[in-house]
């Protein structure tokens, strides 16, 4: 394996196991529905990728910008 899937790998075990999670979590909520008159399925179980990031992710400063250029130009 090459060193720059390393990288990829690591990410891709953040979500090993978010599916079976989400999973339990629609299972609680389904539960629980119909003994309460207001129940948000974000709430049953609150887990940490359901932050929005987007925003803080996305940002690229020029200092960014100018260190890309340089690597680029190597």
């Given at each position: 394996?090459?060193?720059?899937?390393?990288?990829?790998?690591?990410?891709?075990?953040?979500?090993?196991?978010?599916?079976e999670w989400e999973r339990t979590r629609t299972a609680a909520y389904l539960c629980?529905?119909?003994h309460c008159k207001k129940l948000d399925?974000?709430?049953v179980l609150p887990f940490h990728?359901?932050?929005d990031t987007s925003a803080e992710d996305?940002?690229?400063?020029?200092?960014?910008?100018?260190?890309?250029?340089?690597?680029?130009a190597y």
């Open positions: 394996m090459p060193l720059w899937d390393l990288n990829d790998m690591i990410i891709g075990l953040t979500y090993k196991g978010r599916q629980m529905a119909p399925i974000k709430k990728w359901d932050k996305t940002y690229i400063s020029n200092e960014d910008v100018d260190r890309m250029r340089k690597m680029a």
